[in-house]
């Protein structure tokens, strides 16, 4: 292939990466599968692009920049309060998972993997990681119970600087074993960049919270000033000790994502779309650097070195840690099981490859590769694995994906009644205790409290819903939860009821605020009033002998509000507009009782 400008370059990688985790999306498949691929097939295969000839001594820090970002991103999403459940088993993960697993990982690597025991001490600490950027999308996938899912996401993201720790250690020893240095030195050196890099990130997250709150940041400047500083403290400390700088943003993000910064929302979802670019660059900039020359010295070995740390070093460090704690014995064999790895580990394995080979630790070379066989195995077995098994130990719901409905009224505990009988999963919600008194006698699941509040964010399990309706007499504030709670249902699944026509024009709220709308565009008091008059929520099967067109016939002024298939899955109409037609599943309105009398 030509030599192609650094702008083509760039080009290639973002369209290989969004366009495979996009592609992922709509087949329902890990992302980070698609992505190796895309990577192998535009480095190796076709020779399109060449990252190390292409960025020369560029390739390295931007690998490393971006993983530091992708680690302080993950640092925002971790809640101290979720310690309180699980806590216990999160710090016996940290504190004996990871030394335990870096030990059994080391023999794994030296007798599976045939490496030296330089190689495998620097790669054992290494594989101590499982990537947050794999395991959050696999829990979602799964929608796993929120006990497990909490430990497996703080592992994820904790054990990422332990583990480049750990393998810093390994490599301080090896370079004095190797007369490059002084072994009491070394450990003096690793233990000041441990400390210098928690201090460094504690007083980084200090000066974030201090000037946001205060008002010493513009609002428009906050992103720009919070990216800036996490460069200056990963910079900062990684000077002092190689990767050093992955712990010092860990502890930056952990502390300001448990501030309570009123702009903390809008700072994750920038940061959660960056991290999105960066996890798809780091991806394919890593696997189009392999080499088939490298690949080639990959033999069964890999293939033992790959089963033992699935199928041996993980369960046996789960469950040596895990004894003696709250979890049964399902929690545990789905921790067990699951530990993808991810970018961290790859892009610590070519770094480290790369200085022991400088060594003259020849087999150093075999880290990547290793690393990518790990990668692409673990992502693949645990990716199509993780949501049969946790419906096999009973840790996920098998059934279809619910509603939640804030705002509690004679109508629209009627409709969550229906959907219950449906056998969708619902759940009522409403600041105002008396108000769901009807929905309590009528056994229906309630939430007494602020939907918005961080009580709801610990005590719900918002897996269960895929659909959320805002249904309460204020249109701004069914806006408000509408807005809020796009990002994590998805635009397409939030739905408010109609708002008020008001003669202030310009003085409303913007249509670019809030939720699609309900059915046809139903008002709050509209459906309050009938349902006075004594209009009910009613469900009828569709066939071809009487399809949607025949229902509506009989029905004219039946106001349609959703749609059940075959798969049991719920769709709300927005909008005035209907099918063409449907002929299966089941049609959802709100119909007079007295033209309901065929449903």
């Not at 535009?42 to 970002?69: C, E, R, T």
């Not at 790895?341 to 087999?363: Q, Y």
Request: proline letters at 5%; hydrophobic letters at 50%.
């Amino acid at each position: 292939m030509p030599h192609l400008e650094p702008a083509a370059i760039f080009a290639i990688i973002g369209f290989l990466g969004i366009g495979s985790q996009w592609l992922a999306w709509r087949l329902q498949l890990p992302a980070i599968v698609l992505m190796l691929a895309a990577g192998v097939f535009a480095g190796p295969v076709f020779g399109v692009i060449h990252p190390a000839k292409d960025m020369g001594h560029l390739l390295q820090p931007i690998v490393s920049v971006a993983v530091a970002v992708i680690l302080f991103e993950g640092g925002l999403t971790l809640k101290f309060k979720e310690l309180s459940d699980t806590g216990p088993a999160v710090r016996r993960l940290v504190y004996f998972g990871a030394p335990i697993g870096w030990v059994l990982s080391t023999l794994a690597i030296h007798y599976g993997a045939g490496l030296s025991w330089e190689s495998s001490a620097v790669f054992g600490g290494i594989l101590v990681v499982t990537g947050p950027t794999v395991v959050t999308p696999l829990l979602r996938q799964a929608k796993l119970a929120p006990r497990p899912a909490s430990i497996l996401r703080w592992e994820a993201i904790v054990n990422d600087p332990v583990g480049a720790i750990f393998a810093v250690l390994a490599f301080e020893v090896i370079t004095s074993l190797y007369g490059a240095g002084d072994l009491l030195k070394a450990f003096e050196h690793l233990a000041i960049g441990i400390i210098v890099a928690a201090v460094v990130g504690y007083l980084g997250a200090r000066l974030i919270i201090t000037s946001f709150r205060r008002g010493w940041v513009p609002e428009y400047m906050k992103v720009p000033v919070l990216f800036g500083v996490v460069l200056v403290v990963y910079a900062s400390t990684d000077t002092v000790l190689h990767e050093s700088g992955l712990l010092a943003v860990t502890v930056m993000g952990m502390l300001i994502g448990n501030a309570h910064l009123p702009s903390l929302e809008e700072l994750k979802r920038f940061k959660e779309h960056i991290t999105v670019i960066l996890v798809s660059g780091v991806f394919i900039l890593l696997a189009a650097s392999l080499e088939f020359s490298t690949i080639a010295r990959l033999d069964w070995h890999a293939i033992v070195f790959v089963g033992l740390i699935v199928l041996l070093v993980r369960p046996v460090t789960i469950f040596l840690c895990l004894i003696n704690t709250d979890l049964n014995w399902r929690e545990k064999s789905i921790i067990a099981w699951i530990g993808p790895r991810g970018v961290v580990a790859v892009a610590v394995s070519g770094l480290f490859g790369a200085r022991l080979v400088e060594l003259g630790v020849e087999d150093g070379a075999l880290l990547a590769p290793l690393a990518f066989a790990l990668v692409a195995a673990t992502v693949v077995l645990h990716g199509f694995s993780i949501a049969p098994m946790a419906r096999l130990l009973g840790l996920t719901s098998t059934q279809p994906a619910g509603v939640l409905i804030i705002g509690a009224s004679s109508w629209s505990i009627a409709l969550a009644a229906k959907l219950k009988d449906e056998g969708f999963p619902v759940l009522m919600a409403d600041r105002n205790y008396l108000r769901l008194r009807e929905a309590r006698q009528m056994e229906l699941p309630t939430f007494h409290g602020e939907i918005l509040s961080e009580a709801a964010e610990h005590t719900l399990d918002l897996n269960l819903y895929g659909t959320l309706l805002a249904a309460t007499d204020n249109d701004a504030y069914n806006a408000l939860i509408c807005t809020d709670f796009g990002p994590e249902f998805g635009r397409q699944n939030v739905f408010q009821v109609g708002r008020a026509e008001r003669e202030e024009g310009n003085k409303d709220l913007p249509p670019t605020l809030g939720g699609r709308s309900f059915g046809s565009g139903l008002k709050f008091y509209d459906i309050l009033n009938q349902t006075r008059d004594g209009w009910q929520f009613r469900s009828t099967n569709l066939t071809e002998e009487y399809d949607l067109l025949a229902y509506m016939a009989d029905r004219p002024n039946a106001e349609v509000i959703g749609f059940v298939n075959e798969k049991r899955e719920l769709s709300i109409r927005a909008g005035s507009k209907l099918p063409d037609n449907r002929t299966s599943g089941e049609v959802i309105a709100f119909v007079k009782v007295n033209e309901a009398k065929a449903v």
